[in-house]
């Protein structure tokens, strides 16, 4: 089992940066893939990007790529999600995820098997 904590989370203007981590304790981290899901108000939860166990694949949505990077620090047992240029519609829960199969790197909820308890991500127009 493992337990996931996210921070860095906040109120930014657009066009603005934001790092946001997760650390995770428990079992050994580099035993899982991770991802970063957001849900906004009123909306489902949304894939954002995942990384596998080594850091060499990552995978992002359409609608961040180009903009946010994911990658972890095993050593350190934490994830990031840089988010650069950020938007509105960026607003959201942030949640990180941890799928116990290390290699798989993808886009699906039900997938992982932990989560954290999210950071507020609010982006001002």
């Known amino acids: 089992q493992v337990q996931l904590v996210e921070s860095g989370g906040g109120l930014v203007q657009a066009g603005g940066s934001l790092r946001l981590s997760c650390a995770a304790s428990?079992?050994?981290?580099?035993?899982?893939?991770m991802g970063w899901f957001r849900q906004a108000p009123g909306k489902e939860r949304e894939f954002v990007a995942a990384?596998?166990?080594?850091?060499?694949?990552?995978v992002y949505a359409d609608s961040v790529k180009g903009r946010f990077t994911i990658s972890r620090d095993n050593a350190r047992n934490t994830v990031y999600l840089q988010m650069n240029s950020l938007k509105p519609e960026d607003t959201a829960v942030y949640y990180c995820?941890?799928?116990?199969?290390?290699?798989?790197?993808?886009?699906?909820?039900?997938?992982?098997?932990?989560w954290g308890q999210g950071t507020q991500v609010t982006v001002s127009s």
């Open positions: 428990g079992r050994a981290f580099s035993a899982y893939a």
């Open positions: 990384i596998g166990w080594s850091g060499g694949r990552t």
């Open positions: 995820a941890a799928d116990g199969v290390p290699f798989r790197v993808q886009p699906l909820f039900y997938g992982y098997d932990y």
